[in-house]
């Protein structure tokens, strides 16, 4: 079975400071994809980022950005200058093949408090 | 954009009582998902559909059923109300496959008293 463990549960820091959300994953498929998921207070959760398993190079978008290690098996995301929009809850996915369809296995979550 | 609704905010139950929460997806999207989301457990499927008139039992199927009439409205029904099924619960849509993300609902906060 599948399995993504975030770590952190809460994590509080002050605005512009950096903050590095860690996601590590099992999983015995050679191809799969991992995913971040942002969920603010209003409650809708927001795709961020898919990756699949064959490319690790890191990306940025903006303030963001994610590091794939699968010698770790390891998907961290980073927001550098946080700011107060960015309070929320942060979500890891890896997807998995069920029959001929797909679901999600989600980490348990990681709820980020930037206070101004 | 893909719109995905459900039918309630918020919603109010008694112990018992048989519930409905519908989801409707205006993308057509093929597979959709019911989910709910406790505090420090996570999102947690219930069921999923890949098909019209076609389910499959996700991590907690117990307590629930679904139905899927249509492409575009998947329902998620509590027989027999709970109070240990009070919970937000997510609806979420995508194509189909591995390789594409889901898009969720807003959610609706059920409490069953």
């Known amino acids: 079975a599948q399995k993504v463990t975030q770590a952190q549960t809460e994590i509080s820091v002050v605005e512009k400071e950096d903050v590095t959300l860690d996601c590590v994953y099992e999983?015995?498929?050679?191809?799969?994809?991992l995913f971040w998921y942002k969920q603010p207070p209003s409650g809708e959760l927001v795709f961020l980022i898919r990756?699949?398993?064959?490319?690790?190079q890191n990306e940025i978008s903006g303030r963001y950005s994610w590091n794939f290690q699968k010698s770790t098996s390891s998907f961290n995301f980073t927001i550098t200058a946080s700011q107060v929009v960015d309070s929320a809850v942060y979500f890891c996915?890896?997807?998995?093949?069920?029959?001929?369809?797909?679901?999600?296995?989600f980490g348990k979550g990681i709820t980020l408090s930037v206070r101004p | 954009d893909v719109k995905v609704t459900q039918s309630s905010r918020y919603l109010v139950k008694r112990t018992g009582e048989k519930v409905f929460l519908e989801c409707v997806q205006d993308?057509?999207?093929?597979?959709m998902f019911w989910y709910r989301q406790d505090p420090g457990l996570g999102l947690r499927l219930i069921y999923f559909?890949?098909?019209?008139?076609?389910?499959e039992k996700g991590d907690i199927p117990e307590g629930y059923s679904v139905s899927r009439e249509k492409k575009e409205r998947f329902s998620l029904i509590l027989e027999s109300a709970s109070t240990n099924q009070t919970s937000m619960y997510l609806c979420?849509?995508?194509?189909?496959?591995?390789?594409?993300?889901?898009?969720f609902g807003p959610g609706t906060r059920l409490t069953v008293t």
């Open positions: 996915a890896l997807s998995e093949v069920s029959g001929a369809n797909s679901k999600l296995t």
């Open positions: 999983t015995r498929d050679t191809t799969y994809y």
């Open positions: 990756r699949n398993s064959f490319d690790e």
């Open positions: 993308m057509d999207h093929e597979n």
């Open positions: 559909s890949y098909d019209v008139k076609m389910k």
């Open positions: 979420a849509t995508t194509f189909g496959g591995r390789a594409y993300e889901q898009y």
